[in-house]
């Protein structure tokens, strides 16, 4: 599972879902309606072969209710990128867009990868929430320090398609 949220590092995630079916993994893609300000379902729909879970209560074509199903077969759950109002949402445990619901119905690891300008980063608010989400067994990659959307160098851009690929791909035991 792949959830994708509203920032610019989203395009960065579908290199992630194709690298992911390029070694044989399924993956389902859930967005958030903000991330598709920044990249389209077509995308991710025609990278997995599946319909991105663009809403908590969609149902498939063949009746399934994807956020379930999804949630049940996944071996690892991957937010990136995983914005300040996502992290805000994981630790208040907050529902209410499909990125957030999955995250309380799987029952696999979960990954996050933030990104977000230096100053929401290292903001107190931000800083508690990522410490909450860590408590609770979320593993947190990033961020690292390099260019940002502002256009300029800090702490707060996401870690990069190959290392999120390298550590689902080393969750799920696939080469």
Same mark, same amino acid.
């Given at each position: 599972m792949l959830g994708v949220a509203g920032g610019i590092a989203a395009y960065k995630v579908a290199i992630v879902a194709s690298g992911l079916v390029q070694r044989g993994v399924d993956v389902r893609v859930a967005m958030t309606p903000s991330a598709l300000q920044f990249v389209g379902p077509a995308t991710f729909g025609?990278?997995?072969?599946?319909?991105? #879970?663009?809403?908590?209560?969609?149902?498939?074509?063949?009746?399934?209710?994807?956020? #379930?199903? =999804?949630?049940?077969? =996944?071996? #690892?759950?991957? #937010?990136?990128?995983?914005? =300040?109002?996502?992290?805000?949402?994981?630790?208040?445990? =907050?529902a209410d867009d499909p990125v957030a619901l999955l995250a309380t119905t799987v029952r696999c690891p979960v990954l996050i990868c933030p990104a977000m300008n230096d100053a929401m980063w290292q903001k107190d608010s931000v800083q508690q929430a990522a410490a909450i989400v860590r408590g609770r067994g979320v593993e947190v990659l990033g961020p690292v320090e390099g260019h940002l959307a502002e256009g300029y160098d800090a702490i707060g851009r996401m870690v990069e398609p190959a290392a999120i690929l390298e550590r689902i791909c080393a969750v799920l035991g696939v080469a």
């Open positions: 025609g990278l997995t072969n599946s319909q991105p #879970i663009l809403s908590s209560t969609q149902v498939d074509a063949d009746g399934t209710v994807p956020h #379930i199903e =999804a949630a049940r077969d =996944a071996g #690892i759950y991957c #937010i990136a990128p995983a914005t =300040a109002g996502v992290l805000a949402q994981l630790a208040s445990g =907050a």
